[in-house]
């Protein structure tokens, strides 16, 4: 696929002046879960951009990099061994863009995201942010967006994505192969903020459905996702994201519906720096029709900031879930000295994790983690 999105890159896009740019990063954790657990893990993400100014407000450009990683999970009973070794190498960007005074267009392999939620985001469709991680790593999805600017502020975006079979965001099932999903977003001002709706289609891939007998019959499975959202700002931020999935579960062991809601709002406390506050409601459930009810899953989630100068933040970011009781807790000291920077992290969860983001991760229990990164 990446071969693909290259063969398109306009040829004159190569004859221009490049800068190299990358971000080496390594971590360790530790955490205290059932045994003794420890990880060692590096990223190395490099690669090229390239623009040329074509005149009369018409810029081209291209980013072309690569992604690196490996990393190592031991644990420790009686004595310390290896229980987990990946390693990886591939594209993490890879697309050509056009730019004029009222449209954007970008083809490749490229992030895309929107919304205003940092914390727990219902329109977490394409990518895997997690607000805890100091370099705001995600993978990307190969597709085309064009985007439309309008005087007033106002946008709309169109998209379609392909070969992007990889469970995405809060996706349970995967895309199914070779099919396009598409989709759109307008965006438009209202006094100090906006309202935005959005809109996303797609094939489900059920291969990996428990298959009963007799099987399941044949067939393509839509997903459309419909989403509302919008933000105001006056003296203090609020925001608000509805999102309803409606997937076609004829014969299948899946509810049809999904429903994901999140409230939100932000402030800086005029303290010494500044204190920058954050805090969300959010909920996800499955409701038996889009505006029925859904005995959802419902979480509180928080945030702090506070510069102790050029070159040092403090940070804290907490979590409840309120149907276990249950708390989340990190706390991050990240320095800044030029090109480097060093976070420092302690966390208190539970010793499994009903977020997310964590599948997988070493933040369940309690534990540190100290990461350090280079940009050149």
Same mark, same amino acid.
């Given at each position: 696929?990446?071969?693909?999105?290259?063969?398109?890159?306009?040829?004159?896009?190569?004859?221009?002046?490049?800068?190299?740019?990358?971000?080496?990063?390594?971590?360790?954790?530790?955490?205290?879960?059932?045994?003794?657990?420890?990880?060692?893990?590096?990223?190395?993400?490099?690669?090229?951009?390239?623009?040329?100014?074509?005149?009369?407000?018409?810029?081209?450009?291209?980013?072309?990099?690569?992604?690196?990683?490996? /990393?190592?999970? #031991?644990?420790?009973?009686?004595?310390?061994?290896?229980?987990?070794?990946?390693?990886?190498?591939?594209?993490?960007?890879?697309?050509?863009?056009?730019?004029?005074?009222?449209?954007?267009?970008?083809?490749?392999?490229?992030?895309?995201?929107?919304?205003?939620?940092?914390?727990?985001?219902?329109?977490?469709?394409?990518?895997?942010?997690?607000?805890?991680?100091? @370099?705001?790593?995600?993978?990307?999805?190969?597709?085309?967006?064009?985007?439309?600017?309008?005087?007033?502020?106002?946008?709309? !975006?169109?998209?379609?994505?392909?070969?992007?079979?990889?469970? /995405? =965001?809060?996706?349970?099932?995967?895309?199914?192969?070779?099919?396009?999903? !598409?989709?759109?977003?307008?965006?438009?001002?209202?006094?100090?903020?906006?309202?935005?709706?959005?809109?996303?289609?797609?094939?489900?891939?059920?291969?990996?459905?428990?298959?009963?007998?007799?099987?399941?019959?044949?067939?393509?499975?839509?997903?459309?996702?419909?989403? #509302?959202?919008?933000?105001?700002? %006056?003296?203090?931020? #609020?925001?608000?994201?509805?999102?309803?999935?409606?997937?076609?579960?004829?014969?299948?062991?899946?509810?049809?519906?999904?429903?994901? %809601?999140?409230?939100?709002?932000?402030? @800086?406390?005029?303290?010494?720096?500044?204190?920058?506050?954050?805090?969300?409601?959010?909920?996800?459930?499955?409701?038996?029709?889009?505006?029925? =009810?859904?005995?959802?899953?419902?979480?509180?989630?928080?945030?702090?900031?506070?510069?102790? =100068?050029?070159? &040092?933040?403090?940070?804290?970011? #907490?979590?409840? &879930?309120?149907?276990?009781?249950?708390?989340?807790?990190?706390?991050?000291?990240?320095?800044?000295?030029?090109?480097?920077?060093?976070?420092?992290?302690?966390?208190?969860?539970?010793?499994?994790?009903?977020?997310?983001?964590?599948?997988?991760?070493?933040?369940?229990?309690?534990?540190?983690?100290?990461?350090? @990164?280079?940009?050149?």
């Amino acid at each position: 696929m990446a071969s693909l999105f290259l063969i398109f890159l306009p040829g004159s896009i190569f004859s221009q002046p490049v800068s190299w740019e990358g971000q080496a990063s390594v971590w360790g954790t530790f955490n205290d879960t059932d045994s003794i657990n420890t990880q060692l893990a590096a990223r190395y993400i490099t690669g090229l951009n390239i623009s040329r100014n074509l005149g009369n407000s018409i810029t081209t450009d291209a980013q072309i990099t690569a992604n690196a990683f490996a /990393k190592g999970r #031991f644990n420790y009973n009686d004595r310390f061994r290896a229980t987990q070794d990946v390693s990886d190498v591939g594209l993490h960007r890879c697309y050509a863009r056009l730019a004029m005074a009222n449209v954007d267009l970008r083809v490749g392999l490229q992030r895309l995201n929107f919304g205003s939620a940092v914390l727990l985001r219902p329109l977490m469709w394409f990518d895997g942010l997690d607000p805890r991680d100091p @370099t705001q790593f995600s993978e990307g999805v190969y597709g085309a967006l064009l985007r439309v600017f309008f005087n007033n502020n106002g946008n709309l !975006w169109f998209w379609g994505l392909y070969e992007n079979d990889e469970v /995405k =965001g809060w996706e349970i099932l995967p895309t199914e192969k070779q099919r396009v999903e !598409w989709g759109g977003r307008i965006q438009y001002p209202v006094y100090n903020g906006e309202l935005a709706f959005t809109y996303h289609r797609r094939t489900v891939d059920i291969s990996g459905l428990f298959q009963p007998d007799p099987p399941l019959p044949p067939g393509p499975r839509t997903e459309q996702r419909y989403a #509302f959202d919008m933000r105001w700002d %006056i003296e203090i931020g #609020f925001w608000s994201e509805i999102v309803i999935v409606d997937f076609d579960n004829d014969e299948l062991p899946l509810n049809r519906w999904r429903r994901f %809601i999140n409230m939100g709002a932000d402030y @800086t406390i005029g303290i010494g720096n500044g204190i920058g506050v954050m805090g969300e409601y959010f909920e996800i459930g499955e409701p038996s029709d889009p505006f029925g =009810g859904a005995n959802p899953a419902r979480f509180l989630a928080a945030s702090l900031d506070y510069s102790l =100068g050029i070159a &040092d933040i403090v940070k804290g970011v #907490f979590y409840n &879930d309120l149907e276990r009781n249950e708390s989340y807790s990190f706390l991050a000291w990240i320095h800044t000295l030029d090109n480097w920077q060093f976070s420092l992290n302690g966390f208190w969860n539970p010793p499994s994790s009903s977020l997310n983001y964590d599948s997988g991760s070493m933040l369940a229990g309690k534990g540190v983690r100290l990461s350090i @990164t280079f940009n050149h």
